[in-house]
């Protein structure tokens, strides 16, 4: 979802990408999220005296956009796979939201019917669809970073809440993050070092968690077992100990 005060704020020379949410119809009858939208079509100069018209004609809803819309087919790349979409793209004057300047309307549509459609906005009517539609998909990848330093670095219960204390920590979170994958690309390359599950056995690409597993098992194995005897030592036995612990911490 999007707020009018934030877009109605940038500067023509920004450009701005928004997705606006598929809220389900509520039980009281309210319409959906698209279908409040209330776009208009641009009010083209008429060349007659008097003041302009601010908004044209009233558009339907992205949904009867959509059910009318004369779509083209795209192979689109998102969250690193190649997919076949349709898209559907018009400029449209969401007054709402900017009155003095018109932005461009996408819709991308799933052929198969698997997933729903999906609505963007652009403020950069020059750019292509497929080119919203892929660089939106790319803020995943910054979701997976924020979900993944909270969660498995503790990067949202810092033990400094004074001053700039929570800023910094989340800041040495964000180094530790980079660190640790750049510590695994070097060494670990693109050899599997995440074991293999039965019921998972698509799986072609590390996660954070395999990554910082990898840097335990390399880490812990030398200072759990420094002072033990190496005959007194099973590697069946170490090696299911560092697992578990490097996965379990």
């Keep these: 979802m999007v707020s009018g005060a934030p877009l109605r704020a940038l500067r023509r020379r920004c450009l701005c990408l928004a997705r606006r949410g598929r809220a389900a119809p509520h039980p009281g009858g309210l319409p959906d999220a698209p279908q409040r939208c209330g776009l208009r079509a641009g009010t083209p100069r008429t060349g007659k005296r008097g003041r302009p018209r601010k908004k044209g004609e009233r558009l339907p809803s992205l949904q009867a956009l959509a059910a009318q819309a004369s779509w083209e087919r795209h192979e689109l790349e998102l969250r690193g796979k190649k997919v076949t979409r349709l898209v559907y793209a018009r400029p449209v004057l969401w007054y709402r939201m900017w009155p003095d300047r018109q932005v461009l309307a996408v819709i991308v549509r799933d052929p198969d019917g698997c997933q729903a459609d999906d609505y963007f906005f652009s403020t950069d009517l020059s750019a292509r669809p497929s080119w919203v539609a892929e660089t939106y998909a790319g803020r995943w990848s910054i979701e997976d970073t924020f979900r993944n330093t909270k969660q498995f670095l503790r ?41 293999r599950l039965p019921w998972y056995g698509s799986k072609c690409t590390p996660s954070f968690l395999d990554a910082l597993a990898a840097l335990r098992r390399v880490l812990w194995r030398g200072r759990i077992f420094a002072t033990s005897h190496p005959r007194m030592l099973s590697p069946k036995i170490t090696d299911a100990l560092v697992e578990t612990l490097a996965r379990a911490a």
Excluded: F, H, N
């Design 155 to 195: 990067g949202e219960d810092p033990q400094c809440w004074r001053g700039k204390g929570p800023e910094r920590a989340a800041g040495l979170s964000l180094w530790i993050y980079t660190t640790v994958w750049l510590w695994y690309v070097i060494t670990q390359g693109t050899t599997t070092s995440w074991p």
